[in-house]
């Protein structure tokens, strides 16, 4: 139990240190996400202790997901009558993102000629993690793959997906929001929190859809390949 406690103290610690850094220096590179991944990463290597062994106190930290997004209910509400003025907009966005995710996907898995475990892993990365694994193990991808993925969908997602949003002169919380949450789900959708409240309500949505939308149409893709 002791055990447990000290690996989340550490990983509190190092991410209050890193969220202290990205707040001093606001680079996408230091990203708590990356950049507390990574040091936690680096620690396990240089001590060699194993991943499980870590996960006895990680897997604690791991349980708040659910409440996390739960919280994110809060910018929906407040925004309640944008996301209903909006909405139709807003679907078909996600639709639209929900499917290049998956076809994107695809793509990627033959470009590198991954096999076929790989590439139903790889389908999903765009939606959040439980759900992600549920519709990888639905599929016959790897559940655990399927998390990987969808860790890199998120930060990939959250490092470059401002700054080329801000290269292209996109700026409307809208059309921020939908390509956050829609493409990075729910690491999207803190970055979307930081742009603004707006943002992040919407963000919250195009997760939500997107997760929806990809527990359909990732089944159905996968029987039109087979």
């Not at 925004?79 to 639709?95: D, G, S």
């Not at 890199?152 to 409307?172: D, E, K, S, Y």
Request: some cysteine; aromatic content about 10%; proline content about 6%.
């Amino acid at each position: 139990m002791e055990r447990a406690v000290g690996f989340i103290l550490l990983t509190l610690v190092v991410y209050e240190v890193m969220k202290k850094l990205y707040v001093r220096f606001y680079t996408p590179l230091l990203l708590p996400i990356v950049t507390t991944t990574g040091t936690l990463v680096a620690v396990l290597l240089w001590f060699q202790l194993p991943y499980q062994t870590y996960m006895e106190g990680g897997k604690w930290i791991g349980r708040l997901l659910g409440p996390a997004v739960v919280a994110l209910a809060f910018p929906l509400y407040h925004h309640r009558q944008t996301l209903k003025r909006q909405f139709w907009p807003i679907f078909q966005a996600v639709c639209a993102g929900a499917m290049i995710a998956i076809v994107s996907g695809a793509c990627f898995s033959v470009l590198f000629h991954l096999n076929k475990k790989v590439l139903f892993s790889l389908l999903p990365k765009s939606v959040t993690s439980p759900i992600a694994m549920d519709i990888a193990k639905e599929i016959g991808g790897i559940p655990a793959l399927a998390a990987v993925y969808v860790m890199i969908a998120g930060i990939f997602g959250a490092v470059f997906g401002p700054p080329l949003l801000r290269a292209l002169q996109i700026t409307h919380p809208l059309g921020v929001g939908i390509a956050l949450g829609s493409a990075s789900h729910g690491v999207g959708t803190a970055k979307a929190l930081e742009i603004g409240k707006e943002a992040a309500a919407i963000s919250s949505i195009a997760m939500t859809l997107s997760a929806i939308l990809a527990a359909f149409l990732c089944p159905l893709f996968v029987s039109v390949l087979l």
